[in-house]
T-cell receptor, first 116, second 119 residues
Framework: GENVEQHPSTLSVQEGDSAVIKCTYS??????FPWYKQELGKGPQLIID?????GEKKDQRIAVTLNKTAKHFSLHITETQPEDSAVYFC???????????????FGTGTRLLVSP | DAGVIQSPRHEVTEMGQEVTLRCKPI?????LFWYRQTMMRGLELLIY????????DSGMPEDRFSAKMPNASFSTLKIQPSEPRDSAVYFC?????????????????FGPGTRLTVT
């Protein structure tokens, strides 16, 4: 099955700096890669995603890059702000060709702390 | 829409007791997911439903866990009997249709979770 590894587990930056979180996946059949942000006491919320036929996607201060050959994808946050402090999860999605089962496999999470 | 609604938000119970967690998905969504989140294992998919039918329950840890979706607006996750190692945050999520909608993002909308503590 799919395995998603995420690094680092914690990341501390100063306000205004950039933050980069990296993930690798194992299943080449995975074709969709979302990133979720989880604030304290809340459920994860989608912030950006990328499909396997795209190499990069940007939305204001956040961007995601995908290297299908290396099975790597990364989240980039520029001009970080204290409200960016949260736990970020990457995920990989695939549909099993035999069963049709769909599954979103999450990474272990990165706790980002942005200090003023 | 109020989003995905879960109840209770917190549950403390003693080992051996039955626990029932409840979820109301977003209206119109035809996929419903139950996840468990722990420090050790992260966010794990337990089971998901499509149009009220359980599709993949391979993530359900043991026979002590069961889930039902009697209609499109309600689902339960039951643990009987509960054990201390079941302590976790349980999330319900819902989504509309499948990934393969051209140009659409595939978002699973998560509820606020139920924090379960089994003593």
């Amino acid at each position: 099955g799919e395995n998603v590894e995420q690094h680092p587990s914690t990341l501390s930056v100063q306000e205004g700096d950039s933050a980069v979180i990296k993930c690798t996946y194992s299943d080449s059949a995975s074709n969709y890669f979302p990133w979720y942000k989880q604030e304290l006491g809340k459920g994860p919320q989608l912030i950006i995603d990328i499909r396997s036929n795209v190499g990069e996607k940007k939305d204001q201060r956040i961007a995601v890059t995908l290297n299908k050959t290396a099975k790597h994808f990364s989240l980039h946050i520029t001009e970080t702000q204290p409200e960016d402090s949260a736990v970020y999860f990457c995920a990989a999605f695939r549909t099993h060709s035999g069963t049709g089962f769909q599954k979103l496999v999450f990474g272990t999470g990165t706790r980002l702390l942005v200090s003023p | 829409d109020a989003g995905v609604i879960q109840s209770p938000r917190h549950e403390v119970t003693e080992m051996g007791q039955e626990v029932t967690l409840r979820c109301k998905p977003i209206s119109g969504h035809d996929y419903l997911f139950w996840y468990r989140q722990t420090m050790m294992r992260g966010l794990e998919l337990l089971i998901y439903f499509n149009n009220n039918v359980p599709i993949d329950d391979s993530g359900m840890p043991e026979d002590r866990f069961s889930a039902k979706m009697p209609n499109a607006s309600f689902s339960t996750l039951k643990i009987q009997p509960s054990e201390p190692r079941d302590s976790a945050v349980y999330f319900c999520a819902s989504s509309a249709s499948s990934l393969y909608l051209t140009g659409e993002s595939y978002e699973q909308y998560f509820g606020p979770g139920t924090r379960l503590t089994v003593t």
